[in-house]
């Protein structure tokens, strides 16, 4: 069955530390990967994606992912996070036809 | 348990008639929905959001119109399809003041 994971319910950090969120996914075929964030108050809005080319992408504010297909994972990275990263962070996987989202990561960094 | 139900699972339509996308919530009262739309090679766009029943807001104007009948429905709908409206569709909700989305299965729209 078509599955997302993110291994971390909640994690706190504290400023200037580095970050990583696991995503790990099970999908049959190609695929196209997202990590969305939602900041306190705000709407959804997309970190980066990943639809072919260079496994590893950038995205805004820092953020970079990594994707490994022998691992079917996708990890969410940041060298050294502020206190305005706090926020619910999303992986989410598209096949041909739907759109899985994990459950979510929250993030607290501590100033 | 909360849960989200969203239906159809794929749709087929042609240029010119009317949808319906119904989502509803269980287990939980006064939730935040929300419509997100997939287009083919792009990210989710935020369609339009609703705090409460009759309180629509709508993020990108378009072909697209959303209702709130009740506290736990939330429709999307269109008089008249267009070819640029195909793409895939997904309903969520949140607790009113908090972040975490929960998401339902979603709905692959075609229109030919």
């Known amino acids: 069955a078509q599955s997302v994971s993110q291994h971390n319910h909640h994690v706190i950090l504290s400023e200037a530390a580095s970050l990583e969120l696991g995503c790990n996914y099970s999908?049959?075929?190609?695929?196209?990967l997202f990590w969305y964030v939602q900041y306190p108050g705000q709407h959804l809005q997309l970190l980066l994606k990943?639809?072919?080319?260079?496994?590893l992408v950038k995205g805004i504010k820092g953020f970079e992912a990594e994707f490994i297909k022998s691992k079917f994972s996708f990890n969410l990275r940041k060298p050294s996070v502020q206190w305005s990263d706090t926020a619910e962070y999303f992986c989410?996987?598209?096949?041909?036809?739907?759109?899985?989202f994990g459950a979510g990561t929250r993030l607290t960094v501590k100033p | 348990s909360q849960t989200i139900h969203q239906w159809p699972a794929t749709l087929v339509q042609p240029v010119g008639s009317p949808l319906s996308l119904e989502c509803t919530v269980e287990g939980t009262s006064n939730p935040n929905l929300y419509w997100y739309r997939q287009a083919a090679g792009r990210g989710l766009q935020l369609l339009f959001y609703?705090?409460?029943?009759?309180?629509i807001s709508s993020e990108v104007p378009q072909n697209l119109s959303a209702s709130r009948p009740q506290d736990r429905q939330f429709i999307l709908s269109s008089k008249k399809l267009l070819l640029s409206d195909s793409g895939f569709y997904l309903c969520?909700?949140?607790?009113?003041?908090?972040?975490?989305?929960?998401f339902g299965s979603g709905t692959q729209l075609s229109v030919l």
């Open positions: 989410a996987v598209a096949g041909n036809n739907d759109m899985r």
């Open positions: 969520a909700w949140s607790v009113q003041g908090a972040e975490k989305l929960f």
């Open positions: 999908y049959g075929g190609t695929v196209n």
């Open positions: 609703s705090v409460g029943i009759g309180q």
């Open positions: 990943y639809f072919s080319g260079d496994p």
